[in-house]
């Protein structure tokens, strides 16, 4: 799931207090890895003496966290530098200086050749690299072009500045933790293995640490974050090797944390124990996001996928076992290269079985350096399109059944801030969908049990039970 799907705009600004001598502004585009990112420079940047700014305009640096996943979104960064250059100069008129640099998968990516074709940037920076940052920035000021992109394996999880404080209560009650980082599935299609490189997977006692200090500073929602997340292992302090079901039951063990949720998975990782934690925990929300991409195993092998149509149905099968009311997500390309008509109704089909709460689709876009990329029988655009249109209108279908389906019915509900009209709040339900209500229906971190009385364009109307 992406972060360009859930905000209007397609990205996220860091908001902070104003008025500091040195100010940044973060624009995080892509998944929630990213923004989990941009929190975590953000801390790093604080600590060097950076506060936070909205507008782009004040910024001393300006910082762009990107996405390479599809060519659209590779490319919005390039317009987005176009913009902020002439903010630049106008700026070196006035005598003072701005900052640009570019972070994130783009940056993995294309390295140098991002200063090459847009001069303006002074720093490009890596995923795995981040807390090379406040160094790469003193560079910058001494007048050198910086690009950080060659990092040790190890490097990532080990060097992260802690959240802190002050920021995560700014934040809010629900909170991302990074646990895994990197994929090593190399689907057909996908940039993610060379742009966050090889699985990581962060220790059990980090991990428990920072979900200790989300807990204590009112953090009471903890989505776990990976590219592939339930690749997750690590040794736990009983010497055994744990998975992520495994590391579930221990996160559900923290005061304070009510709520847990993961994101992404790969159907191929998802192992009994974590199944059965559906079953056994009650903090863990009955929503999960597992991504199948295509309904026809012939795709799904030229794909790489390592699953079967039937395998990935017998899966669901097994956790709707284990979990009877869980809602199920899911992402989709369509156009994949050789994707006959007969292969797309196989998808149709395939959702249909499913019956998803809500869902991604995409249309299959080619990249750079995946094997994709040089399969025969490309897709025509109009084809894609059309197929799109026909995927998105039964997903839709299916996601307004799912939300009608939900008037009448109490749900747990997670206060978690000011609404947008007064004398509203909005709550998050165990589907991530927000829930409004009157204000003075609870505390913002209470979770409350509210009867849904009406539904509006994905949001839930409702009253206190
Ligand atoms: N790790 C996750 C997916 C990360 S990318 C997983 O394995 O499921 C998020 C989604 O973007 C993917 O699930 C896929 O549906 C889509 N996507 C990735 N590469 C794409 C491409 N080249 N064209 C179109 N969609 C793509
Ligand atoms: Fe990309 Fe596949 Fe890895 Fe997901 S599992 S990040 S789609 S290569
Ligand atoms: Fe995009 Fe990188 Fe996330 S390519 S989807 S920002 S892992």
């Given at each position: 799931m992406e972060l360009e799907q859930i905000s209007q705009d397609g990205a996220e600004t860091l908001k902070g207090a104003?008025?500091?001598?040195?100010?940044?502004?973060?624009?995080?585009?892509?998944?929630?890895?990213?923004?989990?990112?941009?929190?975590?420079?953000?801390?790093?940047?604080?600590?060097?003496?950076?506060?936070?700014?909205?507008?782009?305009?004040?910024?001393?640096?300006?910082?762009?966290?990107?996405?390479?996943?599809?060519?659209?979104?590779?490319?919005?960064?390039?317009?987005?530098?176009?913009?902020?250059?002439?903010?630049?100069?106008?700026?070196?008129?006035?005598?003072?200086?701005m900052v640009i640099g570019v972070a994130g998968c783009v940056a993995q990516a294309e390295g140098r050749e991002i200063i090459r074709r847009a001069p303006a940037v002074d720093l490009v920076i890596g995923p795995q690299t981040y807390h090379r940052l406040p160094e790469a920035l003193k560079k910058v000021r001494g007048g050198e072009k910086v690009v950080e992109?060659?990092?040790?394996?190890?490097?990532?999880?080990?060097?992260?500045?802690?959240?802190?404080?002050?920021?995560?209560?700014?934040?809010?009650?629900?909170?991302?933790?990074?646990?895994?980082?990197?994929?090593?599935?190399?689907?057909?299609?996908?940039?993610?293995?060379?742009?966050?490189?090889?699985?990581?997977?962060?220790?059990?006692?980090?991990?428990?640490?920072?979900?200790?200090?989300?807990?204590?500073?009112?953090?009471?929602?903890?989505?776990?974050?990976?590219?592939?997340?339930?690749?997750?292992?690590?040794?736990?302090?009983?010497?055994?090797?744990?998975?992520?079901?495994?590391?579930?039951?221990?996160?559900?063990?923290?005061?304070?944390?009510?709520?847990l949720r993961y994101t992404t998975s790969h159907p191929r990782d998802m192992d009994d124990e974590l199944i059965a934690a559906h079953r056994d925990l009650p903090s863990l929300m009955p929503y999960l996001h597992l991504p199948v991409q295509a309904g026809s195993d012939r795709i799904l092998k030229a794909m790489n996928r390592k699953h079967t149509a039937a395998d990935y149905l017998r899966l669901i099968e097994r956790i709707r076992a284990a979990r009877p009311d869980i809602a199920m997500s899911g992402d989709f390309i369509v156009g994949f290269p050789g994707e006959t008509d007969e292969d797309f109704e196989a998808t149709l089909e395939l959702v249909r079985e499913v019956n998803y709460a809500q869902a991604f689709s995409f249309k299959y876009s080619s990249r750079p350096g995946t094997p994709g990329t040089e399969m025969k029988d490309h897709v025509a655009e109009e084809v894609k399109d059309e197929r799109l249109q026909r995927l998105q209108a039964l997903l839709n279908e299916q996601q307004t059944t799912f939300i009608e389906g939900l008037v009448g019915k109490t749900v747990e509900t997670l206060i978690e801030k000011p609404g947008r009209q007064p004398k509203q709040i909005v709550g998050r339900s165990p589907w991530l969908l927000p829930v409004i209500l009157d204000e003075n229906a609870g505390k913002i971190g209470e979770i409350v049990t509210a009867r849904i009385t009406s539904t509006g364009h994905a949001s839930l109307f409702a009253e206190r039970a």
């Open positions: 104003a008025g500091a001598a040195k100010k940044v502004f973060v624009k995080t585009y892509g998944c929630q890895m990213n923004v989990y990112d941009s929190q975590r420079m953000s801390d790093a940047l604080a600590a060097d003496g950076y506060v936070a700014t909205s507008t782009m305009e004040d910024a001393d640096l300006v910082l762009l966290n990107t996405c390479h996943i599809r060519e659209k979104a590779a490319e919005k960064v390039y317009s987005e530098i176009g913009r902020i250059r002439e903010l630049k100069a106008e700026r070196a008129r006035n005598g003072s200086e992109t060659e990092y040790a394996l190890e490097d990532k999880f080990d060097h992260l500045p802690e959240p802190r404080r002050a920021e995560i209560i700014s934040r809010g009650v629900t909170a991302f933790l990074t646990v895994q980082e990197g994929c090593d599935k190399f689907c057909t299609f996908c940039v993610v293995p060379y742009t966050r490189g090889s699985e990581v997977s962060r220790p059990v006692a980090q991990i428990v640490a920072e979900a200790e200090r989300l807990a204590a500073a009112g953090v009471r929602e903890v989505t776990l974050l990976g590219q592939n997340v339930n690749a997750w292992h690590g040794e736990g302090p009983d010497g055994n090797e744990w998975g992520l079901g495994r590391l579930l039951v221990r996160l559900a063990e923290i005061p304070g944390i009510a709520r």
